[in-house]
């Protein structure tokens, strides 16, 4: 059975592999705050229970198996986010760090009444996926902001960055997924780009911020 630490472990190997093509031990040790040695040995334990696969000297992989039990916790902590957000009021800032504790909780019955009470919703609060009961994962087809021109139109789908300190920003803004966003102009010195959306002056984002904020597009103004 999976203790706390290697469903973490399991975690983090997944959502690595969602942002680079080759994890090292050195990517996996940064990511967990934690020595190599501990990481070595945590990989080996991983390997052995059929999770990872591990040769010295190459990059790490999830197998199969360790791709679905991550996904599984990932389900179970997407949907836990999804109801403090959505049936207790908790702020998208804040759903995180308590669903970083119920993830672990060990009772099907629990999630599956989670996910029907909820509605079977198919993202959390940050717009991330919620993975099926088989742990299959829906590909998301979505764009940088940053990638789009002036004149553009969007619907801001999800989040790259889901930090407290970047939601409490995003509220700072009052910007909200699924507003419909108007790219006024587009910098070319810094990239930097003037926005608006309904019910809000325009107002203007770094490249930094527009990069992580992900997006559909909308018809193009004539
Ligand atoms: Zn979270």
Redesign the pocket.
Known sequence: MATQTIENYLKALFSLAEQTETINVTDLAKRMEVSLPTVNSMVNRLASMGFVKYEKYKPLELSDAGKKQAALIIRK?RLT?MFLAEKMGIGWDEV?EI?EHIEHLKSPLFFDRLDEMLGYPSHDPHGSPIPDKNGQVEAQDLRKLSEFSGGDIVILKALGN?TEQFLRYLDEKELALESVIRIVKVEEFDGSMTLSWPGQTAQVFSEKVCSVLLVNAMNRES
């Open positions: 902590h986010e995180h669903a889901t």
